[in-house]
């Protein structure tokens, strides 16, 4: 028995029209193509209906066929490949079983594009497959056909903004040549500029990070609206760090003039690394706290979150004494801004700064079983 089956993959037949799916047999299959057509001319599943029962009447007609022909149309789902490629599997099942013969039964596939072709496995899976058919319309290449199709691309949001933005870019190029003139700029700067803006606009499209600046700001609305601390300790950790910044290349360059030398790359990390840590260690501690105060407000908060400001403050110690150790050792413990160590007091620094981490962990590990927070959830 030869089946000619119709696939829809995201379902357009069921969400545009009143017919259950699957749909079995000639005049099934033709009512439900002329309902799709009528509801959505311009969708492309109608033709695919409409090409199976071209297919089921040419094998019917031919005398070298001499096997039982029957249609079907079934769909999937609209969303997920997966779930769609599962319904499908679901509503060949059902076909199969309402097949009334013992014949061996193999599939005539008809599709509309690619993306239903991705279903073959499904299929294969249940009936053998003879063939595959994708259905292509045929347009008219006049004038009237180009405009139509212009229309309908510029008409997607998506592709507009694709194909109008660089143009539009492009077309400002006289135009700011032009006012550039009156003010003396270099037409060099001009087209530097929008040759700029349209590298930008193309690593945004190419990379997807509209979605990640879109997403960047939503979530900076909602800071605002919702009052979070974060909003103000992110700030005052920003300035914290840029102050640091300064600090650490400020300290750099007066290495740099007491040694009158070159410098080692392990001396130049650390004279950044002391006159930045402080800074940075408050920036640390600073948008902890308000990462913290932000999940007790929430009441998501955990005895183990207080761990991230002492783990800051450990590190900063640990880094601290370091630097100032190979800065000691390499000469240069007079400068301001410079605290030297010896070994002796590495040693303490280190120690300090490790018992500093491991005692707020065990400390509010105990917190947390004697005081919990929330219940843990238990997993079945």
């Not at 069921?14 to 969708?43: I, Y």
Request: glycine share 8%.
């Amino acid at each position: 028995m030869l089946l000619v089956l119709c696939i829809d993959l995201d379902d357009d037949l069921g969400r545009k029209t009143r017919f259950d799916t699957p749909v079995v047999g000639r005049d099934s299959v033709e009512a439900v193509a002329v309902a799709l057509a009528t509801a959505d001319p311009e969708d492309s599943d109608s033709n695919v209906l409409f090409q199976g029962i071209h297919e089921h009447d040419l094998l019917v007609a031919d005398p070298e066929v001499d096997e039982q022909v029957e249609v079907a149309a079934v769909t999937g789902t609209q969303g997920s490949d997966v779930k769609a490629n599962r319904a499908i599997g679901e509503e060949i099942d059902r076909v199969l079983a309402g097949l009334s013969t013992g014949e061996n039964v193999s599939a005539i596939v008809i599709t509309d594009g690619a993306q239903d072709e991705s279903v073959l496995p499904v299929i294969r899976s249940r009936v053998p497959i003879d063939s595959v058919r994708r259905v292509v319309v045929r347009q008219a290449q006049d004038l009237e056909s180009i405009y139509y199709t212009m229309k309908q691309v510029l008409a997607d949001p998506e592709t507009r903004g694709t194909i109008l933005v660089p143009l539009g870019i492009l077309l400002l190029i006289y135009p700011f040549l032009t006012i550039a003139s009156f003010f003396d700029v270099p037409g060099a700067a001009v087209l530097g500029l929008v040759s700029a803006l349209l590298g930008l606009y193309t690593l945004f499209r190419g990379l997807g990070l509209e979605t990640v600046v879109d997403d960047a700001v939503s979530r900076g609305r909602d800071i605002l609206y919702e009052g979070r601390v974060t909003l103000i300790t992110y700030v005052a950790a920003l300035a914290l760090m840029t102050v640091g910044g300064f600090r650490s290349v400020a300290l750099l360059d007066a290495v740099r003039a007491s040694l009158e030398s070159a410098l080692a790359p392990s001396l130049i990390l650390a004279a950044l690394v002391h006159g930045a840590v402080q800074w940075f260690a408050a920036a640390g501690v600073t948008s902890s706290l308000g990462q913290v105060t932000d999940e007790y407000l929430a009441d998501r908060f955990k005895w183990r979150y207080l761990n991230a400001p002492f783990y800051v403050v450990a590190i900063a110690i640990v880094l601290y004494v370091v630097s100032g150790f190979f800065l000691n050792v390499n000469g240069v413990a007079g400068l301001p801004g410079v605290r030297p160590f010896s070994l002796s007091d590495l040693a303490i620094g280190l120690t300090v700064g490790t018992l500093l981490g491991v005692f707020s962990t065990l400390a509010f590990a105990i917190a947390e079983s004697r005081f919990p927070t929330s219940v843990e959830p238990t997993r079945g």
